[in-house]
């Protein structure tokens, strides 16, 4: 109980908890209840005697509550799974202590550098003390810092029981950054009325809008032969792939969208000359900007295919998760809530939209409203991650000044 927001998240990040979109099972991989088994247990040296691990990887717990007022029970959630993206196998954190200022240059891989042309948070981290990778591996603060920031205040709250609160319940899921990670979640067993995702950025921003988002498979059959003797037999299923990629809108890709605009992002690409499969994620906050842009592909991929008449091709569309925003603005006092506790910790909300999803994105639609509080890292699923020990102290601030919020306003 006398760990550090830091402690944790330097015991966790070392733990390699990838997941994998090609496995079916969930866990995707069981290396992610390594992690779970180390939480379970810490939550139970806190006292939380309900802690344990589902058969899926998920981790429940309870931290009751101690006050006579009837509040609604609350959930905090995040995730335990790190990004497919970039490694997370031997995880060697650094802490840069007492920044002050300037580019920082990674131990591990020295030409990568966090560069403040590139990352200008950096210019309000003076003085804070930054954690990093060596630059070989990502970092996994998305999510471990959450986890970290949802695991001391749990802690802050049971050590200090004059904060009073209302019964809290911890949900730790799996396979997030593959779009699975409420699919196993059991919203009756949790029980909770609304719940808060610790999976944001910058301090001050919460999230109450993600992107709407589905996944799109397209799979080719060409026609095989020998290239010695292929001149008006063969039709090769990579090239037609390449084709069906080339001709994809330039102003419609994630390196060349921002604010509210959705994109079409081809995320795989696979085949010999008989069989290729292309697999895209398509974005929009609106389900209206989905179907257009999953029409527009369907429309680019028959008009490759007429150059190419022996062969066929499938197209499958499933959706993944819809904007949170829905949900969310039938249950205003959720945000109002949140944005005081922001406010008592000295900062100014910023109310923002993902352009991406959170776990509260599934949640939200399946009983459990979920807007996002920031963590205060940066530069997720990359070897450049980086986040402020001081900033990830002022997120466990908010997770406290929110659960008393909702005791006051009982």
């Known amino acids: 109980m006398t760990d550090t927001v830091l402690d944790r998240l330097l015991r966790y990040v070392v733990i390699d908890t990838q997941s994998d979109p090609e496995s079916k099972a969930q866990p995707s991989t069981e290396k992610q209840k390594d992690l779970g088994r180390v939480l379970v247990d810490e939550l139970l040296a806190l006292g939380l005697k309900d802690a344990h691990m589902d058969e899926h990887g998920n981790i429940y717990a ?8 009837d509040v609604p029970v609350i959930c905090f959630c995040s995730h335990m799974d790190t990004a497919p993206d970039f490694t997370g196998t031997n995880v060697k954190p650094n802490v840069v202590r007492n920044y002050q200022g300037g580019d920082i240059q990674l131990t591990g891989d020295t030409s990568r550098v966090i560069r403040v042309s590139e990352h200008p948070e950096l210019k309000h981290q003076i003085g804070h003390d930054i954690v990093t990778t060596d630059g070989t591996t990502l970092l996994g603060a998305d999510d471990k810092a959450g986890i970290a920031e949802i695991m001391t205040a749990a802690a802050t709250l049971i050590a200090n029981p004059e904060i009073r609160h209302g019964a809290i319940r ?36 919460i999230d109450d809008e993600t992107f709407s988002a589905d996944g799109v498979e397209i799979e080719i059959s060409g026609v095989a032969q020998h ?184």
């Not at 309870?62 to 007022?69: F, H, M, Y």
């Open 62 to 69: 309870t931290l009751a509550a101690n006050t006579d007022k």
């Open 170 to 205: 911890i949900l730790f899921t799996t396979d997030e950054e593959i779009g699975r990670g409420a699919d196993k979640v059991d919203i009756a067993k949790l029980g909770a009325a609304f719940g808060y995702t610790l999976d944001g950025s910058t301090i001050g921003e």
């Open 227 to 410: 290239p010695g003797t292929s001149k008006g037999v063969m039709e090769n299923a990579i090239k037609i792939a390449a084709d069906i990629v080339a001709r994809l809108p330039k102003h419609l890709a994630p390196e060349t969208t921002d604010g509210r605009t959705g994109f079409i992002h081809p995320t795989d690409i696979s085949g010999s000359m008989d069989a290729a499969r292309l697999t895209f994620i398509i974005r929009d906050f609106v389900n209206e900007g989905l179907t257009e842009k999953e029409a527009l592909l369907k429309t680019i991929a028959e008009d490759v295919m007429k150059d190419y008449p022996g062969s066929t091709m499938t197209f499958t569309v499933t959706e993944q998760y819809r904007n949170m925003k829905e949900v969310l603005d039938r249950h205003p006092e959720i945000m109002a809530n949140l944005t005081e506790a922001v406010r008592r910790v000295g900062l100014e909300p910023v109310t923002n939209a993902i352009r991406g999803g959170t776990d509260g994105s599934r949640l939200s639609f399946m009983g459990l409203p979920c807007p996002n509080i920031y963590t205060g890292g940066h530069s997720y699923h990359s070897p450049l991650e980086w986040i402020s020990v001081q900033d990830m102290e002022k997120s466990v601030e908010t997770i406290v000044e929110l659960a008393k919020v909702w005791e006051e306003r009982a």
